[in-house]
């Protein structure tokens, strides 16, 4: 009879992991957020892995990977998909240890990232993009291994990856001076997590391990709940650090067992604490980067009190992605709304429009209209931005007494999606 291998991490593997790294990875801040200690009446830390060289954990675990490698693996070159963070870890692990690598990304990757994979790998790095979401490009990346004979630095099923994140754990636990009754970590495909989980369910047992993920990405929730890994048919690819369709089988093993639970959040409500923070803080972080402190609303009475630690993962955010997280936020918050409008084709519709079925704080944002010669209607396509969403009942209230309403748009996916 086979002894069942525990697939726990080992002290003694994240300690070497913690060696390996030195120089290499900073050991990033651990700073209480008044704002966010404020509104929750709680002590809420971020462990700011946004302040990495690479801007996210990433680095650990690629860098402490390709280290371990042979000399015979290192002279076959390595091959890795991303969607973004690791592929700037194992870039900038590869030009430091002269190691070629071919990284695999999916088309819709933001530019920022792009670039700064080039940046950080130099000469020693070929992007190639290809695929619709990282799941795509994993593919490819495998079939290039083998074709090759290169190693797959995995993004995070993998012990060598999760034994660098572990070290996350590590540097939490020496920098704090109290106990922690709550660590909040972003799942993608579970590798931070198992990392972090695995050494404090050695190092501080009583201590809560949180897993968050987008609720339009939910795979490692679903695999719990299915008690069997799960891969998902369609997933929401906008949190795009933390957007994976099937978690790893290391991985899933490992949060299944230390994870007090693993719950999602909206994306809009992901793009609402990305501007908070922006706003508030001044710290820039990417949608996954936002993922813990956006769950906080859930737990807010759980945490009263207690001393909590929120891993914000990575601050690689494209510009121009911004006027999308904006929307996406005031969507969440019922500040947005789109309608179809049934304009009367006469002079002054509308200025009777602006006049009678707007409130005083609502701003059109979005106007699209054709004029219809043969009908006594024409449709436009409104958006409305409004200051309270306690004013959108009397707004559509007035748009249908004066007969403008034609159709709601927001709850169209289909429609919405032309529109964003």
Avoid: W
């Avoid at 290039?144 to 099923?157: G, K, V």
């Avoid at 501007?275 to 996954?288: F, G, K, S, T």
């Amino acid at each position: 009879m086979k002894t069942k291998i525990s697939p726990q991490l080992l002290l003694a593997d994240v300690k070497k992991a913690q060696e390996n790294l030195e120089g290499i990875a900073k050991n990033t801040p651990l700073e209480l957020n008044r704002s966010y200690s404020k509104d929750f009446d709680a002590q809420i830390f971020l462990k700011r892995e946004d302040q990495q060289r690479v801007r996210s954990y990433k680095i650990r675990g690629a860098y402490h990977k390709i280290v371990s490698l042979s000399a015979e693996e290192r002279q076959q070159g390595v091959v890795c998909a991303s969607a973004g963070n690791h592929a700037q870890g194992v870039a900038y692990s590869c030009k430091k240890l002269d190691i070629s690598a071919k990284i695999f990304m999916p088309t819709p990757t933001p530019l920022q990232k792009v670039q700064q994979v080039r940046m950080f790998g130099e000469d020693k790095v070929e992007v190639i993009l290809i695929g619709d979401t990282f799941d795509d490009a994993k593919l490819e990346a495998m079939r290039y291994s083998e074709m090759h004979n290169s190693t797959i630095i995995h993004p995070f099923d993998d012990r060598k990856i999760m034994e660098g994140q572990g070290t996350i754990a590590l540097e939490i636990l020496t920098a704090s001076e109290e106990p922690i009754d709550y660590v909040f970590v972003p799942i993608g495909g579970g590798g931070v997590a198992s990392g972090v989980s695995s050494m404090f369910k050695l190092l501080s047992p009583h201590t809560k391990i949180i897993g968050v993920e987008p609720k339009g990405a939910a795979s490692m929730s679903t695999s719990i709940l299915n008690n069997e890994n799960t891969e998902l048919q369609l997933i929401d690819k906008f949190v795009d650090g933390a957007a994976v369709k099937k978690v790893g089988e290391l991985t899933f093993q490992i949060c299944k067992q230390n994870l007090e639970k693993v719950v999602t959040v909206d994306e809009g409500k992901i793009c609402e604490t990305i501007l908070n923070l922006y706003n508030r803080d001044a710290i820039v972080v990417e949608p996954a980067g936002a993922l813990t402190l956006a769950v906080l609303e859930q737990f807010a009475e759980e945490i009263k009190g207690k001393n909590v630690v929120c891993l914000i993962s990575g601050g690689n955010n494209d510009i121009t992605r911004m006027e999308e997280i904006k929307e996406r936020a005031l969507l969440y918050n019922g500040l947005k709304h789109y309608f179809l409008v049934k304009f009367p084709q006469r002079a002054g519709a509308l200025k009777q429009f602006v006049v009678d079925i707007l409130g005083p704080d609502d701003d059109i944002t979005h106007f699209e209209y054709i004029k219809k010669n043969s009908r006594e209607k024409g449709h436009a396509v409104v958006g409305i931005e409004l200051k309270q969403k306690e004013d959108f009942d009397p707004l559509l209230n007035r748009m249908k007494d004066f007969q403008f309403y034609g159709d709601y748009i927001n709850d169209k996916e289909s429609l919405m999606s032309i529109l964003i």
